[in-house]
C-alpha cells in the first residue's frame, strides 16, 4: 500500500499562509506600511485602485535593500527582526514573523524596487504565484517602492468573496489611520484613483489627530499623561460633550503597535463615569509603553491582540489616569451646587464673589453647614417628580414586557393583520401615545402596541428606497448655502455616496479638500437645525450599516431612514399617529423596521381575557 502523506509544494503551503495574513486589501496595505515603518522611513506613500483590487502601492524612503535581501524577503519565515525565540520576547518592530511578503506574493502579482543611499543601482524584483519571475538591477530612488497587482488573480474563489469597493476602501482607510497616528512624526499621503484623499505632514500627535479627524476635533481634546513601574500612559481623550453614537474613533497601542481591547475600552469609558450617555462612544488616542517581556504580541496573525502580563493592573492604570486628567481639566463636574457655576445665575455668581471676599476666618463654618443644607434642598428639587411616569430616555427606551401567550407579528404570520376580514382597521377609537414611544390603536380582534420610531424608520426607508430606483425627493434650497468639513475618511465615503444623497432630496457639492457645500436638503428635513450634524449622523448610520453588506443604495436609504425617523421620547398628535399608521400598513413589509426590530405587537382579545379568567384558577376570586 502506497504512503498518503506528502509535502504540499511551495505555492500551495504559501497560499493557505496567505488566508491567515491576506485577508483582504487592507490587509495588504498594513503589512506594507509596517514594513516601510520598520524601515525608518519618514515619507509613506500609499496609492490604491479599484479599493486595492486592482493596485496597492507603498513608496518609502526608508533604508532600502541590497540585492540579496530583496530576493530573501519573499522566502516564508526570512526575516531581520528576529535571531531567536527569546527575541519574540523583546520585539519593538511591526512584523517579526517574516510571512508577510511571501503571503502576498503566493496570491498577487508583486514588483519590488528598492536601493540603498550607499548603493548606486538598486534592484527590480518581479514575483508571481511565489515564483520569481524577474531579478535584475534597475535605477531607483533611495528607499522602497513595492506594487501589489491583481490580488488575489490565483485564487478567484477569495477574490469572489471580497466587498464592494466602497466597503473594502474603508477598511484600507482605518489600517492607514491606524498606522498614521501611531506615526505623527513620518508624513503619509493616501491616492485613491488617481485622486489625492489624504495628505498629512509630519507633526506631533495632537495636530496629527486633527489632521486625520477633522479640525472641529481640536478644542475637544484633553491630553493624557501618567507614568508606573508597569506602565506609561500618553495620548489624548475627547471631553464628555464629544461622543458618537457608533465605534470608530478609539484607538490603543501597546508600544506603537494597534490594539483591540474590550476590556481596556470598557475601563476608558468607566473613567467618565455618568459624565456620558449610554452607549456613547468617546474619542480617544493612548499610548501604552510597556516593557516587552510583560506582553505577547504572537497570538494572533494580525497582530492586534495581546496578552498582558497583569490585565487588572493595565485596567486599573487605564481608568485612573483618563479620570484624572479629564478632573485635571475641570471636565468632572463637583456636586456642590454653591460653588458650581452652572447652577448659579450670573448676578448670584458676583454676589457669592463678594460675599467671599468679605468673610472672616470665624464666619467660615456656619456658611459651610448652610451650604450642606442648601445642596440637599437643591438636590431633592432635582429629584422631584422622577417616581412619576414621564417620557423615557429617547436612547435607552424601557424594555416591553409581552406576557406569555400574546403573539408577536412577524413576516410569516401575516394574518395578524388580516383580522378576519381581510384589511387593518383602526376601529372607531382614536389611537393612543404610551411614554412618548409607543402608540396602542383598537382592532376588531384586539389591539395593537406599535413602536413609533421603528415604524417612521421603516416607512422613510421604503420611501427613500423608492425615491433612488425611480425619482428623486425634493429639496428645500437653503438660502444661504453651508459649508461641511468632514474628516478625511469621512470625505471619502462621502464621494461615493454624493450621487445617491442628490436623488434624496439633498444637494451638495465638492467645495476642495474635505469641504462640501450644502445648497439644500430634503423637504421633510427642512427643519433640520444644523447640516454639518444631520450629515456626519448619515454617515454614521451609513459606516454602521457597511458591515451588513446592503447594497450601496439599500444602506443609504436605511441610513437616511435612522437619520430622518420620529425618535422615541417625541410627542405626536392624533392625526400624526393615525397617518403613521396608515402609512405603515401600505408599506411593503410592515412588520419589521429595516434594522430587524419589530414594528408592532399584536394583543389579541381572546387571549387578555383567558389571562384573567386565569385569576379564578388559582384562588383570586373575591
Keep these: 500500500m502506497t504512503d498518503v502523506i506528502h509535502l504540499l509544494p511551495e505555492n500551495i503551503a504559501n497560499q493557505i499562509a496567505a488566508g491567515e495574513v491576506v485577508q483582504r486589501p487592507a490587509s495588504v496595505v498594513k503589512e506594507l506600511l509596517e514594513n516601510a515603518i520598520d524601515a525608518g522611513a519618514t515619507e509613506i506613500k500609499l496609492a490604491i485602485k479599484d479599493a486595492g483590487k486592482t493596485l496597492i502601492q507603498v513608496i518609502?524612503?526608508?533604508?532600502?535593500?541590497?540585492?540579496?535581501?530583496?530576493?530573501?524577503?519573499?522566502?516564508?519565515?526570512?526575516?531581520?527582526?528576529?535571531?531567536?525565540?527569546?527575541?519574540?520576547?523583546?520585539?519593538?518592530?511591526?512584523?517579526?514573523?517574516?510571512?508577510?511578503?511571501?503571503?502576498?506574493?503566493?496570491?498577487?502579482?508583486?514588483?519590488?524596487?528598492?536601493?540603498?543611499?550607499?548603493?548606486?543601482?538598486?534592484?527590480?524584483?518581479?514575483?508571481?504565484?511565489?515564483?520569481?519571475?524577474?531579478?535584475?538591477?534597475?535605477?531607483?530612488?533611495?528607499?522602497?517602492?513595492?506594487?501589489?497587482?491583481?490580488?488575489?488573480?490565483?485564487?478567484?474563489?477569495?477574490?469572489?468573496?471580497?466587498?464592494?469597493?466602497?466597503?473594502?476602501?474603508?477598511?484600507?482607510?482605518?489600517?492607514?489611520?491606524?498606522?498614521?497616528?501611531?506615526?505623527?512624526?513620518?508624513?503619509?499621503?493616501?491616492h485613491s484613483n488617481d485622486q489625492e484623499v489624504m495628505h498629512l505632514p509630519m507633526g506631533n500627535l495632537r495636530q496629527?489627530?486633527?489632521?486625520?479627524?477633522?479640525?472641529?476635533?481640536?478644542?475637544?481634546?484633553?491630553?493624557?499623561?501618567?507614568?508606573?513601574?508597569?506602565?506609561?500612559?500618553?495620548?489624548?481623550?475627547?471631553?464628555?460633550?464629544?461622543?458618537?453614537?457608533?465605534?470608530?474613533?478609539?484607538?490603543?497601542?501597546?508600544?506603537?503597535?494597534?490594539?483591540?481591547?474590550?476590556?481596556?475600552?470598557?475601563?476608558?469609558?468607566?473613567?467618565?463615569?455618568?459624565?456620558?450617555?449610554?452607549?456613547?462612544?468617546?474619542?480617544?488616542?493612548?499610548?501604552?509603553?510597556?516593557?516587552?517581556?510583560?506582553?505577547?504580541?504572537?497570538?494572533?496573525?494580525?497582530?492586534?491582540?495581546?496578552?498582558?502580563?497583569?490585565?487588572?493592573?493595565?485596567?486599573n492604570v487605564l481608568k485612573v489616569t483618563v479620570r484624572h486628567a479629564l478632573g485635571s481639566n475641570n471636565i468632572t463636574p463637583t456636586l456642590d451646587f454653591e460653588n458650581e457655576p452652572a447652577f448659579q445665575p450670573m448676578p448670584t455668581r458676583m454676589m457669592a464673589r463678594q460675599e467671599d471676599s468679605n468673610l472672616s476666618v470665624g464666619s467660615s463654618q456656619p456658611r459651610t453647614d448652610q451650604r450642606h443644607a442648601d445642596n440637599l434642598r437643591n438636590w431633592q428639587r432635582l429629584y422631584e417628580g422622577l417616581d412619576q411616569a414621564g417620557v423615557g430616555n429617547a436612547d435607552a427606551p424601557e424594555p416591553l414586557f409581552v406576557p406569555e401567550g400574546f403573539s408577536v407579528v412577524s413576516s410569516d404570520e401575516p394574518s395578524a393583520l388580516d383580522d378576519s376580514s381581510g384589511s387593518f382597521s383602526k376601529g372607531d377609537k382614536e389611537p393612543t401615545q404610551l411614554h412618548g414611544q409607543y402608540i396602542l390603536s383598537q382592532i376588531k380582534s384586539g389591539f395593537l402596541l406599535i413602536d413609533q420610531q421603528a415604524a417612521s424608520e421603516r416607512i422613510l426607508y421604503e420611501r427613500y428606497l423608492e425615491a433612488l430606483r425611480e425619482q428623486p425627493i425634493t429639496t428645500q434650497r437653503a438660502l444661504f448655502p453651508r459649508t461641511v468639513t468632514l474628516s478625511s475618511a469621512d470625505a471619502v465615503l462621502m464621494r461615493t455616496m454624493l450621487d445617491d444623497l442628490n436623488c434624496l432630496g439633498f444637494e451638495i457639492a465638492e467645495f476642495g479638500g474635505n469641504a462640501f457645500i450644502v445648497h439644500g436638503t430634503p423637504a421633510e428635513m427642512a427643519g433640520s437645525p444644523d447640516e454639518q450634524l444631520l450629515l456626519e449622523r448619515v454617515l454614521a448610520q451609513y459606516k454602521e450599516n457597511l458591515a451588513l453588506e446592503p447594497g450601496i443604495q439599500e444602506n443609504l436609504a436605511r441610513s437616511m431612514a435612522r437619520s430622518a425617523a420620529i425618535r422615541r421620547g417625541q410627542m405626536l398628535t392624533s392625526r400624526e399617529m393615525r397617518d403613521l399608521i396608515d402609512q405603515l400598513f401600505a408599506c411593503s413589509v410592515p412588520y419589521k423596521s429595516p434594522t430587524g426590530r419589530n414594528c408592532f405587537i399584536t394583543f389579541d382579545l381572546e387571549a387578555l381575557q383567558k389571562r384573567f379568567e386565569a385569576l379564578i384558577f388559582y384562588g383570586y376570586k373575591v
Excluded at 94 to 116: D, N, P, T, W
Excluded at 155 to 166: E, G, I, T, W
Design 60 to 190: 518609502d524612503n526608508g533604508c532600502g535593500m541590497s540585492e540579496n535581501d530583496a530576493r530573501m524577503c519573499f522566502e516564508r519565515h526570512a526575516t531581520s527582526k528576529i535571531r531567536e525565540s527569546k527575541d519574540l520576547f523583546a520585539i519593538r518592530t511591526m512584523g517579526f514573523r517574516g510571512e508577510a511578503m511571501a503571503s502576498i506574493a503566493a496570491v498577487a502579482q508583486v514588483e519590488l524596487r528598492s536601493r540603498r543611499a550607499s548603493d548606486e543601482l538598486g534592484t527590480r524584483v518581479v514575483v508571481e504565484n511565489s515564483s520569481v519571475k524577474t531579478q535584475e538591477p534597475c535605477q531607483a530612488q533611495p528607499g522602497t517602492s513595492l506594487s501589489v497587482k491583481n490580488l488575489f488573480f490565483s485564487v478567484p474563489a477569495r477574490k469572489n468573496f471580497l466587498k464592494s469597493d466602497p466597503v473594502e476602501l474603508r477598511h484600507i482607510l482605518d489600517e492607514f489611520q491606524r498606522i498614521a497616528l501611531a506615526n505623527p512624526d513620518v508624513f503619509f499621503s493616501l
Design 208 to 315: 496629527r489627530i486633527v489632521k486625520v479627524f477633522g479640525d472641529s476635533v481640536n478644542k475637544k481634546l484633553v491630553p493624557v499623561q501618567e507614568e508606573t513601574d508597569a506602565v506609561r500612559v500618553t495620548g489624548f481623550v475627547g471631553k464628555p460633550d464629544y461622543f458618537k453614537k457608533t465605534r470608530g474613533e478609539q484607538y490603543f497601542f501597546v508600544n506603537n503597535r494597534f490594539i483591540k481591547s474590550n476590556y481596556l475600552h470598557h475601563a476608558v469609558v468607566g473613567a467618565y463615569e455618568e459624565l456620558l450617555p449610554p452607549d456613547a462612544y468617546p474619542l480617544y488616542v493612548l499610548f501604552l509603553d510597556i516593557n516587552p517581556d510583560r506582553i505577547d504580541v504572537n497570538v494572533h496573525p494580525t497582530k492586534q491582540e495581546i496578552k498582558f502580563d497583569d490585565e487588572k493592573l493595565i485596567y
